[in-house]
Antibody, heavy 114, light 112 residues
Framework: EVQLVESGGGLVQPGRSLKLSCAAS????????MAWVRQAPKKGLEWVAT????????YYPDSVKGRFTISRDNAKSSLYLQMNSLKSEDTATYYC???????WGQGTLVTVSS | DVVLTQTPPTLSATIGQSVSISCRSS???????????LNWLLQRPGQPPQLLIY???RLESGVPNRFSGSGSGTDFTLKISGVEAEDLGVYYC?????????FGAGTKLELK
């Protein structure tokens, strides 16, 4: 059974950093592109980042480019999202997803507030 | 960026009614490799999204066959043939043909 378990969310002040993790199991992690998707409270889904199987290629929307970094450790079947210079508009539940959005974790809530 | 326009934004249905949701893209979702990367997701209240349909019309394993997807190019449709109570929630279309990947704004299915 495919499982994706996110961790690392919490309350953080504007301008600070936070790193999210996603532990994957139930499939050969290194064979799949992975993604982060977020959902602000009562809002729709927004793609945040995608990483290739080897980690050599990464993709971001303009809203987070230069502030967020997606990475992976295939030996540990883990996905990461380093978030820097956080803004209040980054407040959301962050989901880890196996591309192309076929499997999702339960999400981890990030709240950016002073 | 590709814009996916979903209609209607809200859909009221009775149990057993058949309904359709439209997803229109601002540009063709046909990839140069011949595939069309358009998926349909359902997000039930308080839950993460789940995949229903991938590659326009392929039913994800375990998804009831009352769900079906169709379309090509820029126009796509999700049909539910006989709504059941467990189908309530928000439906999203998502494309991964073009970067950046984009989601529709969602269609909320409610009980009438």
């Amino acid at each position: 059974e495919v499982q994706l378990v996110e961790s690392g969310g919490g309350l953080v002040q504007p301008g600070r950093s936070l790193k999210l993790s996603c532990a994957a199991s139930g499939f050969t992690f290194s064979n799949y592109y992975m993604a982060w998707v977020r959902q602000a409270p009562k809002k729709g889904l927004e793609w945040v980042a995608t990483i290739s199987t080897s980690g050599s290629r990464t993709y971001y929307p303009d809203s987070v480019k230069g502030r967020f970094t997606i990475s992976r450790d295939n030996a540990k079947s883990s996905l990461y999202l380093q978030m820097n210079s956080l803004k209040s508009e980054d407040t959301a539940t962050y989901y880890c997803a196996r591309h192309p959005f076929a499997y999702w974790g339960q999400g981890t809530l990030v709240t950016v507030s002073s | 960026d590709v814009v996916l326009t979903q209609t209607p934004p809200t859909l009221s249905a009775t149990i057993g009614q058949s309904v359709s949701i439209s997803c229109r893209s601002s540009q063709s979702l046909l990839h140069s490799n011949g595939n069309t990367y358009l998926n349909w997701l359902l997000q039930r209240p308080g839950q993460p999204p789940q995949l229903l349909i991938y590659l326009v019309s392929r039913l994800e394993s375990g998804v009831p066959n009352r769900f079906s997807g169709s379309g090509s190019g820029t126009d796509f449709t999700l049909k539910i043939s006989g709504v059941e109570a467990e189908d309530l929630g928000v439906y999203y279309c998502v494309q991964s043909t073009h970067a950046p990947n984009t989601f529709g704004a969602g269609t909320k299915l409610e009980l009438k």
